[in-house]
T-cell receptor, first 113, second 116 residues
Framework: AQSVTQLDSQVPVFEEAPVELRCNYS??????LFWYVQYPNQGLQLLLK??????LVKGINGFEAEFNKSQTSFHLRKPSVHISDTAEYFC???????????FGAGTRLFVKA | GAGVSQSPSNKVTEKGKDVELRCDPI?????LYWYRQSLGQGLEFLIY????????KSGLPSDRFSAERTGGSVSTLTIQRTQQEDSAVYLC??????????????FGPGTRLLVL
């Protein structure tokens, strides 16, 4: 069975500081990995996804994530955050060729002025 | 084009009543998913449709939960004899295809269900 662990439930950070949101997964098969963002009072939207190829994936709004197979991690990073990045971020995994996506519990990023 | 829509946006019901939640996926999307998001928790997979069939119903929490999809489009999630622990945001998502390639899921705004 697959699982996703987001190690931090909340991450407070000052504006223009760098941020890393951590995600670890477990799976016995090859996986696809995703980060979704949920802004206040809005639906989830895709930030970025890893399907294959380069392990460094760039997404919208300046976010990027790196797939590390040996450490089974897919941490999300941004070098300089803005107030508007305040949201909940969800890491998700699904097995290749499958359809079921398992989501982590979410990390609430709070950017302070 | 139009995104995934869900109705109602909010639903308050009394314990023991039945509720129906509706999802209109993006036109042409063959795959449809239902998730439940409880307060402070991540998304819990409920059920997946490919066309009108549901290959995987394993996520439905109990036999009080059922879902159907007709015409390969609109889906309805029904909760019978609601309980207070059913209170959550129910999210629907659709994607163009899923057979071999994991497509992006496009989420609706959700239905916030409160069972009193």
């Amino acid at each position: 069975a697959q699982s996703v662990t987001q190690l931090d439930s909340q991450v407070p950070v000052f504006e223009e500081a760098p941020v890393e949101l951590r995600c670890n997964y477990s799976s016995s098969v090859s996986v696809y990995l995703f980060w979704y963002v949920q802004y206040p009072n809005q639906g989830l939207q895709l930030l970025l996804k890893y399907l294959s190829g380069s392990t460094l994936v760039k997404g919208i709004n300046g976010f990027e994530a790196e797939f590390n197979k040996s450490q089974t991690s897919f941490h999300l990073r941004k070098p300089s955050v803005h107030i508007s990045d305040t949201a909940e971020y969800f890491c998700a995994v699904s097995n290749t060729g499958g359809f079921k996506t398992i989501f982590g519990a979410g990390t609430r990023l709070f950017v302070k002025a | 084009g139009a995104g995934v829509s869900q109705s109602p946006s909010n639903k308050v019901t009394e314990k023991g009543k039945d509720v129906e939640l509706r999802c209109d996926p993006i036109s042409g999307h063959t795959a449809l998913y239902w998730y439940r998001q409880s307060l402070g928790q991540g998304l819990e997979f409920l059920i997946y449709f490919q066309g009108n069939s549901a290959p995987d119903k394993s996520g439905l929490p109990s036999d009080r939960f059922s879902a159907e999809r007709t015409g390969g489009s609109v889906s309805t999630l029904t909760i019978q004899r609601t309980q207070q622990e059913d209170s959550a945001v129910y999210l629907c998502a659709s994607s163009p295809k899923t057979l071999r390639e994991q497509e992006t899921q496009y989420f609706g705004p959700g239905t916030r269900l409160l069972v009193l």
